[in-house]
């Protein structure tokens, strides 16, 4: 293999895949990027067997990549990402001259990196079927970061550690729950095959890289699940992930449909003083904070015996309904009031020890639901 390629693309490739890569593997092998080149393009690919990354450098206009000499290398990822940041120049020389090890040049500085037989990289998987479904990337992106933070962290459940995505002919909702607490997103899809029903559950782990790899912008990103993989692509990355097997739980009915106090609140203040809160009651288990609701305010009070106890009156926009008091966990109400865009929320409270909804103003597509505390 013989190939000229610029730093930054070549930096950047690696940087996007370098994610996937294994960090704590029996298997050396999983601890390196495989570069394949061929005729006008460079692929670069890494897996943990859990998740893999793909991406590649074609050739463009400004000649980004020039192949003198198709081949395929493995090379550990740790030491190509730091040799390729550091060096010189704006051009990188990649040549493979003998199995195994590829010699790095970029103006006077040459390095040469030890690697691994390409042939026993894990191939990845083959996905095929339907047509894609097709999502616009910023939007995938904020469904994606909205309704994670309410999946499981610990694998009493292992289904619940992951976001479940149900497919249907024009719309993909996102379920979370941990069953303290739960939150849903509907997207409608760009497209997608005619009365499909598709549900697949992703590990949260993937939800998290997939986040970091898509595009703030508005370009179409393809979706599709078969063979217990999903494989999301983007015009210059498809990433797969294995998916969680086992039967997700139907989480509809336990969403109230009637309130008994409404309110709407502007999340930046609301969120300042749950965190004044949450630094004495992250001490105490479930981390409760009580909210004593009247006219035009709301009354955040905690207290721990072992650090001390807040008392903060934050200004409520809207009230409809009956004052009363409730509890909650702060870092649950913290994470779901944190992933809401705009100047305002709506929470729904219908009793003192039933769940609690948060809303947009503006649209019923996402809610968060947490469950109350039940104090003594």
Known sequence: MKVRVQQQRLSAAIQQVQRAVATHSTLPILSGIKIVA????????ATD???????WIPADAGQSVSVDLPGTIVLPAKYMSEVVRKLPEPWVHLTVD????ARIESGSASFVLHGFDPEEFPRLPQVTGDQPFVLQSDALKTALRQTIVAAAVEETRPVLTGLCLSFDSDSVTFVATDSHRLAIRTLFLQGGPEASVHQAVVPGKSVQELI???PDDDSSVELVIADN????????VRFYSRLLEGQYPDTSKIIPTTYKTRIQINPDIFVGALERAQLIAREMQNQVVRAQLQQAQMELSTH????GRL?????????????FTIAFNAKYMLDAVRAFD????????????SPMILRPIDGQEYLHLVLPVRTV
């Not at 993989?229 to 210059?236: D, G, K, N």
């Open 304 to 307: 721990s015996h072992d650090v």
């Open 212 to 214: 970091r790899l898509l």
């Open 311 to 323: 008392s903060e009156v934050v200004p409520v926009e809207q009230f409809t309904g009956d004052p």
């Open 229 to 236: 993989t999903l494989l999301v692509q983007t015009p210059s």
């Open 342 to 353: 705009g100047d305002r929320v709506t929470l729904d409270f219908t009793g003192a020890m």
């Open 49 to 55: 067997l859990e998740v893999a990354v793909e991406t």
């Open 38 to 45: 061929a005729a006008d393009v460079i692929h670069f690919t």
């Open 98 to 101: 003998q199995p195994y090890s």
